[in-house]
């Protein structure tokens, strides 16, 4: 019993690690030195998803379209990044874009530009699946009243197709949040860099350390995932049905 | 762009090996998760559905920390802080093992089984409810209607949804490297870190990535075909 005490005491008596390194793994040095924990992860994953949303549209219509010039890049697209592991594309880019730029460049922008591409994919087969969900009867009756192909997808189906996908994006989002925490394999200082950082200074607590880490990706990606299921019983409501439901 | 290729380095000597022993690491990380997942899985999707309140809390609470946190945390939780909560018999054990491949396996498989918990959940809703009320009825216990009657049609409906789950855990093994499991993306690293070929080295590697993918996909659309007749795309 005591030696369950004594086991049970010593769980709760490292937490004073993590609270004296609280602002470094919220933001690094900064405002000292570079930016660095929670606030490089954000912001790597909000530029991350806004570039690939860019992407995923484009790719995600070109593999829709009936011409396989368009249809078959967009393709080979996909299933490449999607049979590949993100380490692999943070690699690819992290050895390759000082090759292919003829400059050195920051580790950041490297894990950056991995992100944009590898969650393009994955935006382009919501982008996909939303078109497609959209009933057939608006493309032909769009098309019926004298609206062009372009026209049509512009004013009528990406409207609605977009707006349904909201919640995949918001989930896509919270993937990408995790997944900014492997950029610290090329040693981009986010989150998960920042807690080895104090543990490799400290030597102590590291249970404490990786387990306030990981609450801390779990109260941005599970607000953001409630937020999410929201919204999609909210907007089930005003689907445009097909026929015969 | 100056940069001279050599295909023939990364095949000859050792470094083909090296290529062989990564993949064959990264499958056997893969093939033992994937048993344990299941088995964790099936666990929690049986306490979920359950209606005692403090196992159905257990269940979601799990799935949803797991699901919402990043893999390589949990990797480095494990591997470096989980001392304080683990049994010394359990620990004693885990020290005579391959300790960075063991953990390896018991992040992967704790972290999938999640996924996999939420994919047999969504499978067995689909099953319609008067199929357990039926067994319940002809004198069936619960496990037991669950054993013999509803997860035998739920995991037909979810072997697909399976078995992408399989090819995640497969790329998502490649995240052992961090704490040193010589899988194939740490080989491929090795390599490259020893010939200055990084070009070829990753090249082959993705291959090997892209091959295993495709053979699932493939494997999942022929199982669609046969057994469920939906005509895939």
């Not at chain 1, 937490?15 to 690094?28: A, R, S």
């Not at chain 2, 920390?65 to 359990?90: K, M």
């Not at chain 2, 509803?150 to 399989?166: H, K, N, T």
């Not at chain 2, 499991?181 to 010939?195: D, G, K």
Request: proline share 4%.
């Amino acid at each position: 019993m005591d030696a369950f005490v004594t086991w049970f005491v010593g769980l709760f008596s490292n937490w004073g690690v993590v609270w004296k390194n609280f602002d470094y793994l919220l933001f690094g040095a900064y405002p000292q030195g570079p930016l660095g924990g929670l606030a490089m992860s954000i912001i790597m994953a909000v530029i991350g998803i806004f570039g690939a949303f860019w992407i995923g549209l484009a790719v995600g219509l070109m593999r829709l379209s009936k011409r396989p010039w368009l249809s078959w890049p967009a393709l080979v697209y996909i299933e490449i990044v999607r049979g590949t592991p993100l380490l692999m594309v943070i690699f690819w880019f992290y050895f390759f874009a000082p090759i292919l730029m003829g400059r050195s460049v920051p580790e950041t922008e490297s894990a950056i530009a991995a992100f944009i591409v590898f969650t393009g994919a994955y935006v382009a087969e919501i982008v996909r699946a939303g078109v497609l969900a959209i009933p057939k009867g608006q493309t032909e009756a769009a098309r019926g009243s004298g609206l062009s192909h372009t026209q049509t997808m512009i004013h009528v189906i990406l409207p609605q197709a977009l707006r349904n996908m909201i919640p995949s994006f918001v989930n896509q989002f919270v993937s990408l949040t995790k997944d900014t925490s492997l950029a610290m394999i090329i040693n981009v200082n986010e989150l998960t860099l920042s807690a080895r950082h104090i543990y490799t200074r400290t030597m102590k607590a590291p249970m404490e350390i990786f387990l306030a880490i990981a609450l801390l990706y779990f109260v941005i990606c599970w607000v953001l995932t409630a937020f999410s299921r929201k919204l999609e019983r909210s907007m089930s409501r005003y689907q445009a049905r097909t026929n015969g439901k | 762009m100056n940069y001279k290729f050599n295909w023939a380095l990364i095949f000859s000597g050792e470094y083909g090996r090296w290529f062989i022993d990564g993949l064959s690491v990264t499958l056997q990380l893969s093939g033992l998760s994937i048993i344990l997942a299941l088995l964790l899985g099936t666990l929690l999707t049986t306490m979920r559905i359950s209606r005692v309140k403090p196992l159905v809390w257990l269940s979601v609470g799990y799935i949803e920390f797991f699901r919402n946190t990043p893999l390589v945390v949990q990797i480095f939780f494990w591997y470096f802080g989980s001392d304080p909560l683990l049994p010394e018999f359990f620990k004693e054990w885990l020290y005579r093992q391959n300790i960075e491949f063991a953990t390896g396996v018991i992040a992967l498989s704790t972290y999938t089984a999640a996924f996999i918990a939420e994919e047999l959940r969504s499978g067995i809703l689909s099953i319609p409810k008067t199929q357990l009320e039926a067994s319940r009825a002809t004198g069936l216990t619960f496990l037991q209607a669950m054993g013999y009657v509803i997860l035998p049609q739920a995991f037909r409906i979810i072997i697909p949804p399976l078995i992408s789950q399989f090819l995640n855990l497969i790329k998502n093994s490649s995240l052992a490297m961090t704490i040193g499991v010589m899988e194939l993306t740490y080989m491929a690293r090795q390599v490259e870190a020893h010939t200055f070929h990084g070009f070829e080295a990753f090249t082959v590697s993705t291959l090997m990535y892209l091959s295993l993918s495709l053979l699932v996909s493939l494997a999942i659309n022929q199982y669609n075909k046969r057994c469920l007749h939906v005509r895939s795309r």
